[in-house]
């Protein structure tokens, strides 16, 4: 039985082994670079349907969305939506003789608070809506005022149907061209 060796010179070893060494590092971070590059598009694709939703601008959008990005050690990323209710001066409120008006969403119509009105209150650092609180035992005729907002980001998430599953699917989608394209990198030791 005949037997073959391969003898291989102990320097280019030395080299195959560093560049399966570096190729393996280069591999975890081109991974998290096309995590992160995924959860950005997710992101962006969040933002632009509940731009498409709601009368709200993008910047006030973003502003609700966190994206935590992904690291080395732990390779995932997340995007948490969070805030309270949204003043409605974001809304477009105008005032009117016959109250405030305001669009919530951009398929509705303007709606009127008959009311409420819109002022600057000592202290506050800008304008909101507010309305005479009538129902409070210490009211006067003019004091407390309730403030009026509008949905917060989270409801808009929540409201735009398919969102969820169109923002996870095209981040993947996202994703695996970012690898493909990293790992072409890699390939030509760039």
Known sequence: MAQSYARIDPKGLNDVLNLLRAYRAGGSKALQRSVNHGAKQGRKISVDAMSKKSALKKKDLRAAT????????????KLVIKGG???L????????KKGVTFRLWKDGKREKYRHAFITRLPGSPSEDVYERNISDPNYDGRT?????RGPAVPNIYDKTPGLAGKAENEAGEEMLKELARQIDLLNRGL
């Open 85 to 87: 209710s949204v003043s």
């Open 66 to 77: 966190s994206l935590y990005f992904a690291s080395l050690r732990t390779l995932s990323a």
């Open 89 to 96: 001066m974001r809304y477009g409120a105008r005032q009117t």
């Open 144 to 148: 407390p005022l309730r403030t009026k």
